[in-house]
């Protein structure tokens, strides 16, 4: 397969799915074709979903906004791809979402995909950059000491939600106290 490929087989598709997986495609795309760590895996592809496919399960690609973004769209289970620092599962949802708690303060994050059976979610807990943010969206971030269901936290991180999953990203600071810097995504996909 070939890039231009790629192309057409998305402007094949329906118009209301075309632009999602425009963006996917254009993060793999780099001078009229793929970025050369990515090359194999569409040469050896067929169609779209085989090359996203590939991507998806290269491991070493697990850091690109493209696998982010297939993950999330193709609603992948990309949990076990990551190590989380701690995990929470089946925790009890109150009044529509995750209750923190700091001192008399209480912030509510509404999640959503909850399992209506039992209403509850799963809390997961990463180091920076522990996990690929785009699989899931930014919510905000919490600093100071906290208690989530029990558990108490320390430092800054952010928040995301992605289904029915609440994750905390952990800060990491240099030694001047800014936030590390963030691992780029550029040139760094795919050991074929």
């Given amino acids: 397969m070939k890039y231009d490929d790629l192309l057409k087989?998305?402007?094949?598709?329906?118009?209301?799915?075309?632009?999602?997986f425009h963006e996917i495609v254009a993060c793999a795309g780099v001078g009229g074709d793929v970025w050369p760590t990515m090359k194999q895996h569409l040469e050896d592809a067929d169609t779209l979903r085989e090359f996203l496919d590939a991507v998806y399960d290269d491991d070493a690609c697990r850091f690109e906004k493209?696998?982010?973004?297939?993950?999330?769209?193709?609603?992948?289970?990309?949990?076990?791809?990551?190590?989380?620092?701690?995990?929470?599962?089946?925790?009890?949802?109150?009044?529509?979402g995750v209750v923190f708690e700091a001192g008399?303060?209480?912030?509510?994050?509404?999640?959503?995909?909850?399992?209506?059976?039992?209403?509850?979610?799963?809390?997961?807990?990463?180091?920076?950059?522990?996990?690929?943010?785009?699989?899931?969206?930014?919510?905000?971030?919490?600093?100071?000491?906290?208690?989530?269901?029990?558990?108490?936290?320390?430092?800054?991180?952010?928040?995301?939600?992605?289904?029915?999953?609440?994750?905390?990203e952990r800060w990491e600071f240099d030694e001047l106290g800014f936030r590390k810097r963030r691992r780029s995504q550029v040139g760094e996909c795919c050991s074929i």
């Avoid at 087989?9 to 999602?20: D, F, L, T, V």
């Avoid at 696998?67 to 620092?85: N, S």
């Fill in 66 to 96: 493209l696998w982010g973004l297939w993950a999330r769209l193709d609603e992948k289970d990309w949990r076990i791809r990551f190590e989380a620092e701690m995990v929470l599962e089946g925790a009890l949802i109150e009044r529509g």
């Fill in 9 to 20: 087989e998305i402007n094949e598709m329906p118009a209301s799915q075309r632009p999602a």
């Fill in 104 to 168: 008399d303060t209480m912030f509510l994050v509404p999640v959503r995909g909850i399992r209506a059976k039992d209403r509850t979610a799963d809390i997961l807990v990463f180091a920076d950059d522990g996990f690929n943010t785009d699989v899931a969206d930014f919510y905000g971030s919490i600093s100071g000491p906290f208690t989530l269901y029990e558990q108490k936290f320390e430092g800054t991180f952010d928040i995301y939600r992605a289904g029915r999953n609440l994750i905390l």
